[in-house]
């Protein structure tokens, strides 16, 4: 602070607030002989503006003086904690998830235990899928089980009732905003053909690949459609 | 004080700040209408007099305040306002009153027979409905049976059939909009002219074969 032969500042003049940046005070051996030179940096004025980050702690360019406390550090995992916390829930809602699956209903495209699954969620309530994709929905049925089985049909198209060559062959038209689910092993899954078309909006994403051994890369899952006719076009 | 690079340094500190804040207080609230609660603007009138009641006329929608707390949806119970993606639209949401649960026995009522709406000519869904007219039907396991209040133009389940109650999305907790009826709950105490004979879904016996294969499936 200037010395103590000035009046004191005024705090409507120009007053220099910053403690960081202060010039040394003069020191009683250098007396002002020369006349006063206009100072080099330009000092900032006391505004109303930065008096009210001063009164609240928030001067931009004061020094951090923040110890390491026990109060401190957990401020700091909090902080941190919370901000992963909500990324994390906006990502997994919206973009993509890991789900381990377990059943044996998609054999051989999934196995029966230990496969982590990739889900993307842009694939939700149905947005972009086709037939042959592997999908993740809510059971219609067992509320609050998540399911994982491959779209046979999708909404206007007609599709098998039942097992192939069991029962009459009879063919439903699949309605407005359902899709026809099956799981890729028909004996033993429990899909579409025992409770009706899946309603698109229980869809929450579609599996792109699934990771079977931490050891190896994920694979992406195949779509699983052949041509109904193979054309071989070599004459024998 | 004010040389450039300080200016630029305030700037940037400025800007950081405001970043983290949108970013917290937007994933904060982004976080609680996904779980917790979500207020919406009921636009229609399947569900006057108690909500909307003046949208046929003024085009006024109420704003209801919806619970989305996961373990308390699992229990729906008759006359609660439901909130849950429609069956037949993926991306359309739909409010209406939740009349039957899964094992109750209902008959329909007459006057809900599902029509055209301008003309009354008869719908896929008209042939559908008349065939479980005179019948009692049994909401199955899983599953709900959703009525509008407004018998005369709603479209639920007499079109649609029941809906999973996995579709269920939210449970209507009060209005919030306008804000002389905010807090209250007009739409208790309704009566519904269907027929709901309570009942359960049958665990064991006879009928529970194929019910629980489909549950462990």
Same mark, same amino acid.
């Given at each position: ?16 607030t ?19 030179t206009?100072?080099t ?14 009164y ?18 957990l ?12 990324a ?11 789900? *381990? ?10 196995a ?31 509320t ?13 198209d007609?599709?098998?009732a ?27 899954? *429990? ?12 869809v ?18 195949? *779509? ?7 054309e ?5 | ?17 405001l ?7 937007s994933?904060t609230?982004i976080?609680l209408?996904?779980?917790?609660a979500?207020?919406?603007r009921?636009?229609?009138?399947s569900?006057?007099?108690a ?16 619970n ?38 209902i008959?329909?009522?007459a006057?809900r ?25 049994m ?13 005369r ?10 809906i ?17 009826r ?9 009566r ?26």
């Amino acid at each position: 602070m200037p010395t103590n032969s000035k009046p004191p500042p005024n705090p409507r003049r120009f007053v220099p607030t910053d403690k960081s940046q202060a010039k040394p005070a003069p020191t009683p051996a250098s007396p002002p002989t020369t006349p006063t030179t206009p100072p080099t940096t330009p000092t900032p004025r006391l505004t109303l503006y930065r008096k009210t980050l001063r009164y609240l702690h928030l001067n931009p360019t004061a020094p951090a003086a923040r110890h390491r406390t026990f109060s401190n550090l957990l401020g700091d995992f909090l902080y941190y904690f919370l901000a992963a916390g909500l990324a994390l829930h906006v990502f997994t809602k919206n973009g993509y998830t890991l789900g *381990q699956a377990y059943g044996i209903s998609m054999l051989p495209t999934i196995a029966s235990f230990g496969d982590w699954l990739l889900i993307s969620k842009t694939y939700r309530h149905g947005r972009n899928c086709h037939v042959g994709d592997v999908v993740s929905f809510r059971h219609p049925v067992n509320t609050g089980s998540y399911n994982v089985k491959r779209i046979v049909g999708m909404s206007g198209d007609f599709v098998l009732a039942y097992t192939p060559e069991e029962g009459e062959g009879t063919m439903v038209q699949v309605p407005e905003g359902h899709c026809w689910v099956v799981g890729d092993d028909l004996k033993w899954s *429990q899909d579409s053909r025992m409770y009706g078309p899946l309603p698109l909006a229980l869809v929450t994403g579609k599996v792109v690949a699934k990771w079977s051994s931490w050891w190896r890369w994920p694979e992406a899952l195949e *779509q699983g459609l052949r041509d109904a006719v193979i054309e071989d076009g070599d004459v024998d | 004080m004010s040389t450039a690079p300080n200016v630029i340094r305030r700037a940037l500190n400025g800007a950081y700040t405001l970043t983290t804040l949108t970013l917290f207080v937007s994933g904060t609230a982004i976080f609680l209408i996904d779980n917790v609660a979500e207020t919406t603007r009921i636009i229609g009138e399947s569900m006057t007099p108690a909500i909307s009641p003046d949208y046929n006329t003024t085009g006024a929608s109420d704003g209801l305040l919806f619970n989305k707390w996961a373990p308390s949806l699992r229990n729906l119970n008759r006359g609660d306002i439901v909130l849950f993606h429609s069956p037949n639209d993926p991306e359309k949401v739909a409010v209406k009153r939740v009349i039957a649960t899964e094992g109750d026995s209902i008959i329909l009522d007459a006057r809900r027979r599902p029509t055209r709406q301008r003309d009354g000519a008869e719908l896929p869904e008209t042939r559908a409905w008349d065939s479980m007219m005179g019948r009692v039907v049994m909401v199955p396991e899983g599953h709900i049976w959703v009525e509008g209040d407004n018998w005369r133009n709603s479209g639920d389940s007499n079109r649609y059939g029941p809906i999973s109650k996995s579709l269920v999305q939210g449970k209507a907790v009060a209005v919030v909009w306008p804000p002389k009826r905010f807090g209250t709950r007009p739409w208790e105490g309704f009566r519904s002219r269907t027929k709901v004979t309570p009942g359960e879904i049958p665990r064991d016996g006879e009928g529970a074969g194929l019910i629980n294969a489909i549950r462990n499936g």
